[in-house]
């Protein structure tokens, strides 16, 4: 178990009536034996000390596990709900909820057991917990690019903090294929906090820039007619699908979704919801292209 310190979680920042709830559900969920991380504002607040009011506490969990943790919320009154069965269920005692997170809205950061790694332990309104590591909280966040919000702030704030202290390799290769996104952050908090670009190590940045340096020396893709902004945003690149013939890199070996994920999850964009009906997944012919597509998968 890590014994890394950790700032204090929010006490303060939770009305008394939804923390009681929270801490009953950390309770019961302890008490059963169920595997589960906490993530979100909460772990933020650990890794960073960044304190912020919440509409939710985030809970880690995998797939198979959910319908036991269903069954132990509705045995203390609450209801369960799996929203998006491809990465997120909830938990609501009236008008506060718990997001029960199995995976990422994008498919690419699948719960496994490789979250439950010498996780740092911490007080979450009184109940020792385990957090998720700061490796998997980047990982989760760096693909968070909507127009309505983006983490980057929030991975800044983690390199900030923690920069010295992350698991590199493990980094590394959970991103994957998936490298340029990591790239991308770690450039931005160079500009961020110029006087603190040595914090992230030099190798880190040397091998990364050598990835893209021997990548522009390929040759051009046989098949460029991939749009894998759909992994960082889910509204912002529909045009590229829906009326310029890309295939949707959600649909491709990056990912772990399928045509209906994809059509559930876009038709919760709130902003599409009143739209006319209009097609959100590619044709057979795009969706066999994508599955036979090699984007590197996580």
């Not at 959910?66 to 709900?81: C, D, H, I, K, P």
């Not at 950061?109 to 007080?123: C, K, L, M, S």
Request: proline share 8%; net charge negative; hydrophobic share 40%.
């Amino acid at each position: 178990m890590s014994t890394t310190p950790l700032a204090p979680s929010l006490e303060e920042e939770v009305l008394p009536e939804t923390a009681a709830f929270y801490r009953r559900a950390l309770t019961v969920l302890t008490e059963a034996g169920v595997p589960f991380l906490v993530g979100g504002a909460f772990a933020h607040a650990c890794y960073t000390g960044i304190r912020r009011s919440t509409k939710d506490l985030d809970l880690f969990i995998r797939r198979e596990d959910y319908e036991r943790v269903a069954a132990l919320m509705q045995a203390e009154g609450w209801r369960s709900e799996l929203t998006y069965p491809h990465w997120l269920a909830k938990v609501y005692a009236g008008q506060d909820f718990i997001d029960l997170i199995f995976n990422s809205g994008n498919g690419v950061t699948p719960v496994d057991g490789r979250w439950f790694h010498d996780n740092p332990e911490a007080d979450v309104l009184g109940v020792p917990v385990r957090v998720a590591n700061m490796e998997d909280s980047l990982l989760s966040k760096a693909f968070i690019m909507e127009r309505e919000r983006y983490d980057g702030a929030d991975i800044a704030h983690l390199l900030q903090v923690n920069a010295e202290r992350l698991d590199w390799p493990s980094l590394l290769d959970r991103f994957g294929g998936n490298w340029r996104v990591l790239l991308a952050h770690l450039t931005l908090f160079g500009f961020i906090y110029p006087g603190e670009r040595h914090h992230v190590p030099a190798w880190v940045m040397e091998e990364l820039m050598s990835r893209l340096a021997t990548e522009i020396r390929q040759p051009p893709a046989q098949d460029p007619h991939i749009c894998a902004g759909t992994l960082l945003s889910r509204e912002q690149y529909l045009h590229d699908i829906e009326q310029l013939g890309y295939v949707d890199g959600r649909l491709t070996p990056a990912s772990t979704m399928t045509p209906e994920d994809v059509t559930h999850w876009t038709e919760a964009i709130p902003a599409r919801q009143a739209e006319p009906e209009v097609p959100t997944v590619p044709a057979p012919k795009a969706v066999a292209a994508a599955a036979a597509h090699e984007i590197p998968p996580q």
